[in-house]
């Protein structure tokens, strides 16, 4: 394996419990694996201000970040956006109209907002925003990405997956992934060029890295992009068994330790 050059780590599940916090052990050896050069990155489907800033300036990792399951790349040190890529204004029309058609409570993310329908402005995802209505949203040229819980519509897996389907059949230009938050599954909806292997690509391309040089984290069905687009991938006790099996390593959950367990195994095997 080449030299490795950066880690890039989901964020719930994966860096933070279910709590938002980080065990001192990983603050520890992230300063540790920091001293040796390597860049800290985290991939997550949050907005940047849904709790990720403050974890960020507890372990003093500002840099280059990916969000919204890939379809922003941004720059904390110096506060600019280096890749924003929307779904189609048509498609996101058509998501809308579709999901409006069928009663189906959805969140609509732009850059810096949230937009949902009343009776759901209080769903627990969001931590440190405040979501908006849905008839405020007037640009549907800005929306990244597209969030169907499941239990906010009292959805099972059947349902959940019928929608999705139908949702496929109109819009052919859009990647929609699994994901489960908190006990709450559901879908995220992306453009097709916004995945987290894509970002990782553009990552890479930016820094002038290979993807032999990442060290891919994560414990969901999105970070399947991110391991596909990565040389060394290690998975979370967590996550579904099909990530379990694509990783070079499994490691605890991280209520039981797991990102230290990976954190140590990088600085011993990796570095």
């Known amino acids: 394996m080449n030299k490795i050059k950066a880690i890039i ?8 419990d279910k709590n938002e916090k980080v065990t001192p052990g990983v603050k520890t ?5 920091q001293d040796k050069g390597i860049r800290i990155s985290i991939a997550t489907g949050r907005l940047y201000s849904n709790g990720v800033k ?17 379809a922003k790349i941004y720059n904390t040190a110096n506060e600019k956006t280096l890749l924003l890529q929307p779904i189609s204004k048509e498609s996101a029309i058509n998501i809308y109209k579709y999901l409006k058609l069928k009663n189906v409570f959805f969140a609509f993310e732009t850059e810096k907002d949230v937009f949902m329908y009343p009776k759901a402005l209080k769903v627990s995802y969001l931590k440190n925003v405040e979501a908006r209505d849905i008839y405020d949203l007037k640009d549907y040229k800005r929306i990244l990405k597209i969030l169907i819980f499941a239990k906010l519509n009292y959805f099972n897996e059947k349902q959940l997956d019928l929608h999705t389907k139908n949702i496929q059949k109109t819009c052919k230009d859009i990647e929609i992934i699994k994901f489960n938050f908190e006990g709450n599954f559901g879908v995220d909806i992306t453009s097709e ?3 987290k292997h894509t970002a990782v690509l553009e990552y890479c391309k930016m820094l002038n890295y290979k993807q032999e040089n ?7 069905y999105n970070d399947f992009h991110l391991f596909t687009a990565s040389g060394f991938k290690i998975a979370m006790g967590g996550s579904p068994k099909e990530l379990k099996d694509f990783a ?7 209520e039981d330790g797991g990102m230290e367990v990976a954190l140590q195994y990088i600085y011993d095997k990796l570095l």
């Open 193 to 195: 060029k916004s995945t």
């Open 54 to 70: 403050r974890v960020e300036d507890e372990l003093n990792i500002r840099g280059i970040h990916i969000f919204h399951g890939g």
């Open 248 to 254: 070079d390593l499994v490691v605890p959950t991280v």
């Open 214 to 220: 990442i060290v891919a984290i994560g414990d969901g």
């Open 29 to 33: 050896l992230i300063k540790k694996i």
């Open 9 to 16: 780590s989901d964020f719930d599940g994966t860096l933070v």
